[in-house]
């Protein structure tokens, strides 16, 4: 356990030595060499690079989701760039896939909900059907019994997961996705131009 609290309090301190600023904002300076580096070869610039949401969802993830993000581009020969269009493709994005995990978290609870309603209805339906009218008796009913428990417990084990299990770690990602949705995005030419020196965590895309 203190191995464990040791790790977090390391993690917290990288964070908030190399990421925040004075004001409370994880700022991260991406070095673009080229503008090119931006956008999918085969769009005419139309659309960012997938290699570019990948290499910046590496940089953000260790980066709690209660910290407002600030993404630096240092790009050069920012005057022939479409700084709005690179800003809004990002949010996009950003904001389509956040809304994607929104959706799917009201799924989980749809099927949670029939999970559940089919595991009681088992119950119920077992323990008040006759099954003699059926001609079913002594060891047939046990028989029955066993598979109605068995599926029982896997669907109120499915519906258990669903809801605590796996949707923590869905509402973290969904929340990650919303940090990034809503960072501000800047274009500097130079790290000369960034107001807030954070040179140590300038990350650079090969």
């Given amino acids: ?31 673009i060499n080229d ?6 070869p085969y769009s005419n610039k139309m659309l960012l690079k997938r290699e570019i949401f990948l290499y910046l969802d590496t940089i953000a993830d260790p980066i709690p ?22 800003r809004e493709a990002f949010k996009r994005y950003y904001w389509f896939s956040y809304k994607e995990m929104e959706k799917n978290l009201r799924r989980d609870m749809l099927f949670v909900f029939i999970y559940l309603l089919l595991g009681i209805s088992l119950i119920i339906g077992f323990n008040f059907f006759d099954f003699n009218l059926i001609g079913v008796t002594g060891a047939w009913v046990n028989v029955i019994e066993s598979f109605v428990t068995i599926i029982t417990w896997v669907l109120v084990w499915e519906a258990f997961s669903q809801l605590i299990i796996g949707r923590r770690h869905k509402v973290m990602d969904m929340l990650n996705e919303k940090q ?27």
Avoid: H, T
Avoid at 16 to 30: M, P, S
Avoid at 35 to 40: H, I, K, N, Q
Avoid at 181 to 204: G, N, T
């Fill in 35 to 40: 503008r090119s580096e931006l956008f999918s």
């Fill in 65 to 86: 989701n209660d910290y407002p993000l600030i993404f630096n581009f240092v790009v050069k020969d920012l005057s022939i760039l479409n700084q709005e269009f690179v």
């Fill in 180 to 206: 990034m949705a809503i960072a501000e995005i800047r274009f500097f030419e130079s790290m000369s131009e960034i107001p807030v020196d954070k040179s140590e965590s300038s990350q650079e895309i090969q």
């Fill in 1 to 31: 356990m203190n191995i464990i609290k040791k790790k977090k309090k390391g993690v917290k301190d990288f964070i908030n030595k190399d990421y925040i600023d004075e004001n409370g904002n994880a700022v991260v300076d991406v070095i």
